[in-house]
């Protein structure tokens, strides 16, 4: 029997920790050499951590070696930039809002800069392309053209005047319409699609179009499962069986809290730059939500999917502090990794009827 197994990765920023803790004892359970997860997976796909994940293993680096760079990397990549806020400590962001960096006139608001994150990719792709990938995948990332020229009096560029945007599948594989990409380097692709606006520059990739700029692919897609499945049935119309790995990053309710006073309604946070900020995790995690219900109905129903096999890891992380998508700290790297631990203790025997159902020494 054909199986075709995807295997798809959610953003979240440092929170990839769970994602990679996850799949350090799957690999293990599913006997796997973490390495070779690229030899097990025909497609495998992600989002701005999870998109340099997917890079990494389709390029055969571990979950461990994931886990090794987060760990080691994380307050040099989260640190903030000297100049964003003369209120906020230089140091771990942890705490850093929009509001922060938003509320200081005058101030080029990006929070970090992108070359310790570009350093630490070097070191573990090299000069890598897409095209050299070992197994077929899929990254997402968002484009815009037009905008202003850089200049004294506008800190926001290049997001000025923006004249259109468009939505991104880089990939190793062409098929027109759909993906682009294969002579990019895997570094270009990992910084794009991790670009998350406020947080990073929007970037430029070499040998793209010079006007076009990138920027996090979770605008977009932070759950990838429906475009690799799309992707599967382009490369492999004649499935017979195909089986869905969609690996979340943990997620949180965002600080919103709605209030009645009399006849009025009092919401906090009260000031706009806080609702939005709120407001967009709302929207991101609403996408994230609704492709994941797409996929338990398919596989509880069945219908023209009959031979659907789909599981889904994710948890609900109940400390907002500690799970932030920017905080670097040693207590948020270890509580990602325990929920990480405790989420797979209770989905054991899902986990392992799934991996029953991949059947990866066939």
Do not use: H
Not at 67 to 86: D, H, M, S, W, Y
Not at 120 to 146: D, E, P
Not at 159 to 174: E, I, R, W
Request: hydrophobic residues 40%; neutral net charge; contains cysteine.
């Amino acid at each position: 029997m054909r199986i075709v197994r995807i295997l798809s990765l959610d953003g979240g920023g440092i929170r990839g920790l769970f994602s990679a803790t996850f799949l350090e004892r799957f690999c293990n359970d599913a006997k796997i050499n973490g390495n070779e997860l690229w030899k097990y997976f025909d497609i495998i796909c992600g989002t701005s951590i999870g998109g340099v994940q997917s890079i990494a293993y389709s390029n055969a680096l571990s979950p461990a070696d994931v886990i090794q760079l987060l760990k080691n990397q994380a307050e040099n990549i989260f640190t903030i930039r000297a100049g964003v806020n003369p209120l906020q400590p230089l140091g771990p962001a942890g705490d850093a809002t929009l509001g922060t960096v938003l509320a200081v006139p005058g101030v080029d608001p990006y929070i970090y800069n992108q070359k310790p994150l570009r350093d630490a990719l070097t070191a573990i792709l090299g000069t890598t392309r897409m095209f050299q990938l070992k197994t077929n995948t899929l990254i997402t990332a968002v484009g815009f053209q037009g905008g202003t020229g850089p200049s004294s009096d506008n800190i926001n560029f290049p997001y000025g005047d923006v004249t259109s945007s468009q939505y991104y599948q880089f990939s190793n594989v062409l098929i027109p319409g759909f993906t682009t990409g294969q002579n990019y380097t895997c570094i270009d692709v990992a910084i794009a699609t991790s670009a998350a606006p406020v947080f990073f520059r929007p970037t430029l990739i070499q040998g793209a179009d010079p006007k076009t700029f990138f920027i996090d692919g979770g605008l977009y897609q932070n759950n990838p499962t429906d475009l690799g499945y799309t992707f599967s049935n382009i490369l492999f119309p004649q499935k017979v069986k195909i089986c869905i790995l969609s690996v979340g990053t943990g997620y949180s309710n965002p600080d919103i809290e709605i209030t009645t006073m009399g006849d009025n309604l009092k919401v906090a946070p009260n000031n706009g730059l806080g609702l939005l900020a709120n407001s967009l995790n709302l929207t991101i995690q609403g996408g994230t939500d609704a492709v994941e219900l797409k996929f338990q109905i398919l596989s509880l129903y069945k219908g023209a999917e009959n031979n659907l096999y789909y599981y889904r890891f994710q948890r609900f992380l109940t400390d907002q502090k500690l799970s932030k998508l920017d905080n670097p700290t040693p207590e948020a790297i270890a509580y990602l990794q325990s929920e990480a631990n405790i989420q797979y203790g209770y989905d054991a025997p899902k986990i392992q009827r799934f991996i029953e159902a991949c059947n990866f020494l066939n």
